[in-house]
């Protein structure tokens, strides 16, 4: 634990190391080296990701009673609390700016549509779920099409040396914060499109492919498929004996319609 902002509030950091965090490692670490040295977590975030980002301010700019992502489409600003999940929802703005922005303007469509109720709607609840706990795949249809049908030891036994030819990016920073201290049930929401393999690892273009196919209306439809992260080969020691996939109550089966 160590200090953080100005505020003097403590959150753990994360251990860039795991493969999960790979992806916002650098950022990360430069963010976090800020505010241990008195930076706010706001404008840490702000120098980090640069003009073409949006502005991180604190939560306090956010007037009472106004809808969080109608001031973030309103102001281009992004009200930021200290501590681990905003920290990881900047990041995830650094990382994927087309596509938080995307979410961004679909949120406040369906805002200025429907308003702000005691109930979201199944379009911005869809859209939440993207957004906090979203995993991107790019691999193998073989691996596609077990993880569609949730045969467990098929996908990370049988298969698993497949896992070479494939990437996992997170995408949720609720996950993300879950991950700061990993519990093997920790599950994500897969994207049920497969990433192009011809992106390659270039996350700027799996961003700009992403933000260019999303639409409120295939979110709404719940296009995920869950994945229990941990069980990915290399995410987890455990995972190398097979019996790690017995437990049912994490590596669920498939439910057969009645």
């Known amino acids: 634990m160590c200090a953080v902002g100005k505020t003097e509030q403590t959150w753990p950091a994360p251990d860039w190391a795991q493969p ?37 301010v604190p939560q306090t700019e956010l007037p009472e009673g106004m809808a969080y992502e109608r001031f973030i489409f309103d102001t281009g600003s992004v009200p930021t609390r200290e501590g681990l ?20 303007r679909l949120q406040a469509a369906e805002i200025q549509q429907a308003g702000v109720g005691q109930v979201r709607g199944p379009v911005r ?4 779920l993207f957004d906090e706990n979203a995993v991107l795949l790019q691999a193998p249809d ?11 030891p098929r996908l990370f036994v049988e298969l698993r040396p497949l896992w070479a030819q494939a990437r996992l990016v997170l995408f949720g920073h609720a996950l993300l914060e879950k991950l700061v201290a990993p519990y093997k049930s920790i599950t994500g929401h897969v994207y049920r499109e497969p990433v192009p393999l011809a992106l390659g690892d270039d996350l700027a273009a799996w961003d700009a492919w992403l933000a260019a196919r999303l639409t409120a209306a295939e979110l709404g439809a719940k296009p995920f498929t869950p994945l229990p992260v941990l069980g990915v080969p290399g995410w987890c020691l455990a995972n190398e004996d097979p019996a790690y996939y017995e437990d049912a109550g994490v590596f669920r089966p498939r439910r057969v319609p009645a």
């Open 125 to 128: 609840d869809a859209i939440t």
């Open 142 to 152: 073989a691996l596609w099409d077990a993880l569609i049908a949730r045969e467990w």
């Open 85 to 104: 999940h905003d920290f990881f929802n900047g990041l995830c703005w650094q990382r994927f700016p087309a596509t938080k922005r995307l979410l961004n």
């Open 20 to 56: 999960w965090n790979a992806p916002f490692a650098e950022a990360g670490e430069a963010v976090r080296s800020a505010c241990e040295q008195g930076v706010p977590l706001p404008q840490a975030l702000t120098q980090r990701v640069g003009a073409a980002g949006p502005r991180f």
